[in-house]
RNA sequence: GGGCGCUUCGCAUAGCGGCAAUUGCAUGUGGCUGUAGACCACACGUCCUUGUGACUACGGGGGUUCGAGUCCCUCAGCGCCCA
């Protein structure tokens, strides 16, 4: 089961520390949880997570459905054992597949619109890809283009066989682009499915956090926090969009936690750059998760005390300083940045390695920091 | 000495009469927020009033043709083969 409890409030916003208690160990919150989609931080072996002060990972629950199926990760002695992390363990639930591998893919955007479109998602309008149905969703594998159907029964118990600490209900995260109907409609579906993934739901061991959705419009995320807070979840994650203004996206959260019962956890789905992550853990966030970190480090970005450096770039070619002089991490200790730049430009995996480290290290060690400032009654 | 072949954007390639000219690498710029991504997109002769724009270009020179990387002659460099 899942004990949450909370060390300490601020006066000053939403903010707050507390200890979340899972089957494999305890969370100090607000904290990142790193993303692990295929049973994995991609690059990174499980003892240099840890090292990076990761308390917490995320599976995905479609990825491993697919690849290499759930029988196989329960034979393995379920999914903890399987990928050898004894730590605390969240599975999504596939939800976000719906959006990525459907809308998102047919209009070439993520969750957060980065500019005003002309595109617009409307009741009765499908994805290319795959078909959403009253009960679920048929999707074309990614692996082998095979039809799999998976809604709110067959993604429970999908993650009831992997056996993560904290599985999610399987919802319909919208496009940016769907209008208010669309979303509405979309909504009142994502509603059903989560009773319906409460009532599947056996194993008394695993937490089960339900998802409040409503996009961009104010009168759906209160609808939505009031009916999926209503319900007898563990906890509760914040999924969809949130508009295209990093400063709505604080007060959009704010809308939905303050309908969410404030004595149970809440964990804000895929987002989290550095400078989002004040902002949202004052409106009131205990857990994030966010490719950011490891998906920028394969990509030779690393994110610093002085923003995202791009070592790939030529500037760094001679450039003997670490990735972050005001970092602690291992990396930062024995590595230059000319180095990484050379193995970057060689297309050695090391350097990808290496970023992986310090950008969830940095993070990590950032949102620590935040922690404190919450405790001392700085935020 | 004779024969054959090759020479195209930094490198490597495509092209076989309509071409500012293919592709890969390299280079540059941009993107990435519940990970189909160690990925993707764009640019990559010069100039400008940025356009169905101008100029200069496929080793050098000459020729055939309305039109030549593309065909012919010649020179140069490189390679292979025979003396």
New binding site residues.
């Given amino acids: 089961m899942l004990e949450f409890k909370i060390l300490k409030k601020s006066k000053k916003s939403k903010a707050r520390v507390g200890i979340l208690k899972t089957e494999h160990g305890l969370v100090e919150t607000p904290t990142l949880v790193?993303?692990?989609?295929?049973g994995t931080?991609?690059?990174l072996t499980n003892e240099e997570v840890l090292g990076t002060k990761t308390q917490i990972l995320?599976a995905?629950t479609?990825?491993l459905h697919l690849k290499p199926g759930e029988d196989i990760v329960k034979k393995g002695g379920g999914l903890h054992k399987f990928m050898n992390w004894q730590a605390p363990l969240m599975t999504?639930?596939g939800?976000?597949?719906?959006?990525?591998?459907g809308f998102g893919?047919d209009y070439g955007?993520?969750?957060?619109l980065?500019e005003k479109s002309d595109a617009e998602v409307v009741i009765g309008q499908q994805p290319k890809?795959l078909k959403i149905t009253p009960d679920g969703v048929w999707f074309?594998s990614?692996v082998d283009g095979r039809k799999i159907f998976m809604g709110p029964k067959e993604s429970m118990k999908i993650q009831e066989t992997l056996g993560a600490d904290i599985i999610?209900?399987f919802?319909?995260?919208?496009p940016p682009i769907a209008d208010h109907e669309y979303t509405k409609k979309s909504l009142l579906k994502t509603h059903r499915w989560a009773e319906i993934c409460l009532k599947e739901k056996k194993n008394k061991k695993q937490a089960l956090f339900g998802?409040v959705?409503g996009g961009k419009f104010k009168d759906l995320r209160i609808e939505s926090a009031k009916f999926i807070g209503s319900l007898p979840f563990d906890g509760f994650?914040i999924?969809?969009e949130f508009g295209d203004d990093?400063k709505i996206m604080e007060k959009m959260i704010g809308w939905v936690n303050s309908e969410l019962p404030e004595e149970k956890p809440r964990h804000l789905?895929?987002?989290?750059?550095p400078?989002?992550i004040i902002p949202i853990i004052k409106a009131g966030v205990d857990t994030f998760?966010?490719?950011?970190?490891?998906?920028?480090a394969?990509?030779?970005?690393a994110f610093t005390s002085k923003g995202r450096v791009?070592l790939?770039?030529?500037?760094f070619a001679k450039d003997q300083k670490p990735v972050d002089k005001n970092c602690d991490c291992p990396v930062c200790r024995d590595y230059t940045r000319s180095y990484i730049h050379h193995l970057l430009?060689a297309?050695e995996?090391t350097p990808?390695r290496l970023l992986s480290f310090h950008n969830l290290y940095f993070f990590n060690s950032f949102i620590e920091k935040v922690r404190e400032d919450i405790k001392n009654g700085k935020i």
């Fill in positions: 790193p993303v692990a989609t295929q931080v991609k690059a995320i995905n479609y990825h999504d639930s939800g976000f597949q719906v959006f990525s591998l893919q955007m993520g969750k957060l980065k890809l074309r990614i999610f209900a919802d319909e995260c919208t998802i959705q994650g999924g969809g990093k789905l895929g987002i989290g750059h400078e989002d998760d966010c490719t950011a970190p490891t998906h920028y394969r990509r030779g970005i791009d790939r770039k030529s500037a430009k297309r995996i990808l």
